[in-house]
């Protein structure tokens, strides 16, 4: 270890609960194109073993268009889009059933997430897919995410992998980002072109100088390479997410990473407050809608944390729908803001109303018992 910051960080990683582990093509095919099915069951009993230990582990693996090339007879990427998308398409699913039968051998259950940038930015679908994360790993189950580079273009996509990682690390609130690659960390430059490259083992705080050291990606098969990697740190980092990049082919690395040793580069989380996680979804969005609530709905979610529950609602204001940033007033003063789950109308005919009524009064099976999470809940005062 490099200084007393680095063991101290490297310390505290046994204790992180969510994990997500980002898997690049390069690591996941052999030069050839074919897939390096020893790293595919080496990557299923790794993270099951560490689902078994009690850490919730969710996977971002690139791959798509690597496996369906070889099936539509290509030899190198193609330039284009259609056929990219093509060639995803067959891919994504070589890819889930080799991750289906390796993780099946280790008795996990896999599920798959495609994303876009859209689900990330707006605040409905961002709603949808933290949901569906949070559920998925409530049930053990293992949800493996990528790109749905099938049906988007370079306009609605996140674009590579290491970003959509941390931006997945975000989404579901993760306590760590490990990014697996062909290189055993950040160096001062490109080491595959500068052999006097130094290695750098811990950042404790990032800044734009990494950036500058980031050079493309290493081989034909990659995509970004360190520049997109550095992206992801300042997205992790900035979102009070630590992250750590290493070399794939160490023997168990993500279990040496859990334990602490020091492998790869480590980039230490900024010292975020865990509300501002929520604050840049819910502050960052204008205001649709108004909820006033009751004194013992104000004091449950401003001394206790609760979520908005529609007993404590006494009216809604503002044509908002689900998924709007929404504040949350006492009488005329705003006690909090968040995310709602219910369209104003709907607010508005189950507010003072018990749990169990909300289907009845709704016309339809609720959705949510909450109005507003105490995930997507941020308290103002
Ligand atoms: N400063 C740097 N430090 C380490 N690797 C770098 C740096 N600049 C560029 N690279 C390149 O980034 C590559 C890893 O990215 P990439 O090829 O996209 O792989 P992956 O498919 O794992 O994402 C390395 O093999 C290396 O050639
Ligand atoms: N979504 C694409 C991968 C994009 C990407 O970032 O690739 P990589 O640099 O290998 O992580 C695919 O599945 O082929």
Redesign the pocket.
């Known amino acids: 270890m490099n200084s007393q910051d680095e063991l101290k960080a490297r310390q505290a990683i046994p204790a992180k609960k969510r994990v997500v582990v ?6 996941l095919t052999y030069p050839n194109g074919k897939p390096n099915l020893r790293f595919f069951d080496s990557m299923a009993r790794q993270l099951m073993d560490l689902q078994n230990r009690g850490y919730e582990m969710v996977l971002v693996s ?1 791959g798509a268009i690597a496996m369906g090339m070889p099936s539509l007879g290509y030899t190198t990427k193609p330039k284009n889009l259609p056929e990219k998308q093509a060639c995803a398409a067959v891919g994504q699913g070589t890819l889930m059933h080799l991750y289906e039968k390796f993780f099946h051998e280790y008795g996990g259950i896999v599920s798959q997430i495609l994303l876009t940038k859209g689900d990330a930015l707006n605040p409905k679908r961002y709603l949808y897919a933290r949901g569906c994360l949070d559920a998925l790993l409530a049930l053990d189950a293992i949800p493996i995410v990528n790109e749905n580079d099938a049906v988007t273009a370079d306009e609605i996509k996140v674009g ?3 970003t959509l990682s941390a931006v997945v690390a975000s989404i579901c609130e993760a306590d760590l980002l490990i ?15 500068n052999p006097d ?1 130094q290695f750098i083992s811990y950042v404790g705080e990032f800044s734009r100088k990494y950036m500058d ?7 034909a ?9 550095m992206k992801a740190a300042e997205i992790c980092t900035r979102s009070g997410i630590d992250m750590v ?1 290493a070399n ?1 082919s160490i023997h168990d690395v993500l279990f040496s990473i859990m334990d602490g040793e020091a492998i790869g580069t480590l980039f230490q989380a900024d010292n975020v407050h865990p509300q501002m996680k929520k604050r840049q979804i819910i502050i960052g969005s204008a205001i649709k809608g108004r909820i006033y609530v009751d004194k013992g709905c104000r004091d449950a979610i401003v001394n206790n944390g609760s979520s908005l529950l529609p007993v404590g609602i006494l009216r809604a204001e503002g044509n908002f729908h689900v998924g709007d940033p929404v504040s949350i007033c006492y009488g005329d003063q705003e006690i909090a803001r968040g995310i709602t789950h219910y369209d104003a109308e709907d607010v508005n005919s189950i507010r003072g109303c018990q749990t169990d009524d909300l289907s009845e009064r709704l016309g339809y099976e609720k959705t949510y018992d909450t109005v507003v999470h105490r995930n997507y809940l941020l308290v103002i005062r």
């Not at 990014?179 to 072109?193: F, K, W």
């Open positions: 980002k898997i690049g093509t390069s690591s690139s590579d992998n290491d990014i697996l690659s062909d290189v055993n960390g950040l160096y001062t430059d490109n080491p595959s072109a490259a050291m980031a050079g493309g990606a290493g081989t098969r990659g995509t970004g390479g360190m520049q997109t990697k990049i794939s």
